[in-house]
């Protein structure tokens, strides 16, 4: 099951109806019509929910669909106008392989497209376990409980949580015209997390290894691996995070 049109994010969705004041099917939207699907299909999950549209790669988004995929491709990142390439995705198809090669093909093919079209360095995407998602969820609710309980405070470990989050690939917009998506690489802000003596790690590693376990295949290009952007950016993880809501449009 594919989604082709432009994305919002996890608070904005995708799909946005140009017939229909722009209205977008938000994650709830998708959750319903998912878990319908399921029931109709007899239980049996889809073998891969892809998203080619901008900004769908989260961990939300991941979260909502773990119930009712094995697999999720999405972008963290704003994709090139001109998506996936569906003649490398269907022709793995046709080879009647595993779900897994279909989605690494989806991934190289929107890599080795953007790159012949010279988009290549802002592009990525991903195809994660959906099955590894609750491992992801269970690992950051521990890290952010232990981060409260050492910096004494929810306000203090905001601050750090915040400070921490400048450390990692930022996705989306941020201006005033785009609005500020605040869509943060998971990986990079653990690992920053990780890294910070005076948290001794907190959980913050089990983190970084539950996201790891999470990512069947990652493609990126050069201002998506850490080489622009915010100072100390690490490689991006495979999917995002909404750090907090902010006002905006994206």
């Keep these: 099951m594919i989604f082709w049109n432009h994305g919002g994010g996890p608070l904005k969705g995708a799909c946005f109806d140009e017939n229909h004041d722009f209205d977008s099917l938000t994650l709830s939207e998708l959750d319903e019509a998912f878990a319908a699907g399921v029931v109709k299909r007899g239980g049996k999950k889809y073998d891969i929910a892809g ?23 999405a972008s963290e990142e ?9 003649k ?27 790159e012949s079209r010279k988009k290549g ?8 376990d959906l099955s590894k998602i609750q ?26 949580l915040a400070a921490c989050s400048r450390e990692a690939e930022g996705f989306g917009g941020a201006t005033e015209s785009e609005g500020m998506s605040n869509l943060i690489d998971l990986k990079g802000m653990a690992a920053s997390l990780a890294e910070n003596v005076k948290l001794n790690g907190a959980g913050w590693d ?25 100072r100390n950016r690490r490689k991006g993880s495979g999917f995002g995070y909404r750090f907090k809501e902010q006002g905006g449009k994206r």
Excluded at 92 to 103: D, I, L, Q, R, T
Excluded at 121 to 127: E, R, Y
Aim: charged residues 20%.
């Design 51 to 73: 998203f080619d549209a901008c900004l769908m790669g989260a961990l939300e988004t991941a979260q909502m669909l773990s119930d009712d995929a094995d697999i999720m491709v």
């Design 78 to 86: 704003i994709e090139p106008g001109a998506g996936w390439d569906y």
């Design 88 to 114: 490398a995705l269907l022709t793995k198809m046709g080879e009647n392989v595993s779900a897994e090669k279909v989605a690494a093909a989806a991934c190289d093919g929107f890599m080795a497209k953007c």
């Design 121 to 128: 360095a802002t592009a990525t995407l991903a195809a994660i």
């Design 135 to 160: 491992d992801v969820i269970n690992a950051l609710q521990n890290a952010l409980s232990s981060l409260k309980e050492t910096r004494g405070s929810e306000v203090s470990a905001l601050r750090r």
């Design 206 to 230: 089990k983190v970084v290894a539950a996201v790891d376990a999470a990512v069947l295949h990652h493609v990126n290009g050069s201002a998506t691996g850490g080489a622009v952007f915010y």
